[in-house]
């Protein structure tokens, strides 16, 4: 299909322009005008770039893009990381902030899913857009069977603090970099909460607030969003879509 169409769909689909983001989003760099074949990753940076040419890549499609904050002089290594999409004519296409608030494909709702939990309610507010689920087990959960759940669905758990109840049913899940919003999951009763990442200074903020948290990983958490929205996109345009995995371990 043309470049134009599918970043047509896309924009509208993800309101691209109406989510406030961190830096521009949508199709950043420009390549070839027909895509017959569409490469997902989480990340943008060379290795990826890389790979997405050797997959025979026309658009890469990914959640975190190469344009953040201020403008950047086109030299050095984000220099040559520009050329080598101008090179090979790849296009690429990032949904940051509108990947995570999406109610169909977004990481956390897509999270959610994976683990049979039902959305009643979007939160987390960035920029003004909710980012975050809350999510309900109406019959319980044990927190041993969901921290199972996400490690056959969606990824090795990186660490789980088990400071609140055994039987879960209310769950909040924001992904990535999470941990500051520990109590405004705890007020919404949530008997767990999910995000990627934490530090430190997280650890006894969970443990005061008598809240499960499950730390699934900044990356692992946002492999979901990426491909569910491919798989949306090969089943809408009846175009070729390819996950590739490259953690980052962290």
Wanted: hydrophobic share 40%; net charge negative; aromatic share 8%.
């Amino acid at each position: 299909m043309m470049r134009a169409e599918l970043v047509a769909y896309l924009n509208e689909y993800l309101r691209i322009e109406e989510i406030r983001d961190y830096g521009p989003q949508g199709l950043q760099i420009e390549g070839r005008s027909e895509v017959n074949r569409i490469v997902g990753m989480v990340d943008a940076q060379m290795p990826c770039a890389v790979e997405a040419i050797a997959q025979g890549a026309d658009l890469l499609l990914v959640h975190h893009g190469i344009f953040w904050g201020p403008s950047q002089p086109l030299r050095d290594a984000f220099g040559s990381l520009v050329r080598t999409y101008i090179d090979a004519d790849l296009n690429l296409y990032a949904a940051h902030l509108a990947l995570d608030a999406h109610p169909e494909v977004g990481n956390n709702a897509e999270l959610a899913r994976r683990l049979g939990l039902e959305v009643i309610e979007q939160w987390g507010a960035v920029n003004g857009v909710n980012l975050a689920v809350l999510a309900v087990d109406q019959h319980g959960a044990k927190l041993d069977y969901l921290v199972d759940r996400f490690e056959q669905s969606v990824g090795p758990v990186k660490l789980v603090q088990p400071h609140g109840p055994r039987i879960i049913k209310r769950v909040g899940i924001m992904s990535g970099s999470g941990a500051k919003s520990i109590q405004e999951a705890k007020a919404l009763d949530c008997d767990l909460y999910i995000t990627g990442e934490t530090s430190h200074a997280h650890f006894y903020e969970a443990l005061n607030a008598g809240i499960n948290v499950l730390y699934g990983g900044h990356y692992t958490t946002e492999t979901v969003g990426v491909q569910a929205l491919g798989s949306h996109l090969q089943e809408r345009f009846e175009i070729e879509f390819e996950f590739v995995d490259l953690p980052t371990g962290m």
